[in-house]
């Protein structure tokens, strides 16, 4: 371990390794228990979900390596696919022929707190880039709109 990651823990309620913590909390919506999933420097919880009630069927049962690496493979599918998702919101193409062209036009837009940004990029079957163009973020890209854009010479579209 170097000196600014924590030792692993192994207790009943909390589990962690350099990178994952586990922690076993009271579910507030009922008698039962929860487990929460957090990745190393993040303050909210990665994943969320039920726990098992240990044998006395009042306390949780207590976290192992086994139930630890299995939450850890789910939390990390589901930030994966987290991720997947947002990228596919912010990043769409289409493909079309125009004049007996194929090209793919792809819309991009960067999130930002002051203002997301969009760019239209062209480019043709061997990925070399025809034209780049800065669009409005709520640009609608669809085959239409698409083939529009490149029957116009590549001009910036309007709002």
Known sequence: MTEDTQDPIHEDRVWSDERWTARVIKNEDDDGWAVAMFLEGQAEPALVGPWTMGRDKKNPKPLDV?????LVKTA???????EQQRH????KSVHVTVDGRRLRVALAIVPDEEGATATLRA???YDEELAVVPVPPT????VASAEAWVVSGFEKPRR
């Open 66 to 70: 086994n139930a630890f690496n299995t």
């Open 76 to 82: 990390s599918e589901f930030i994966r696919r987290s």
């Open 139 to 142: 640009f609608r890209l669809n």
């Open 88 to 91: 596919a919101e912010l990043n």
């Open 123 to 125: 480019t043709n079957e």
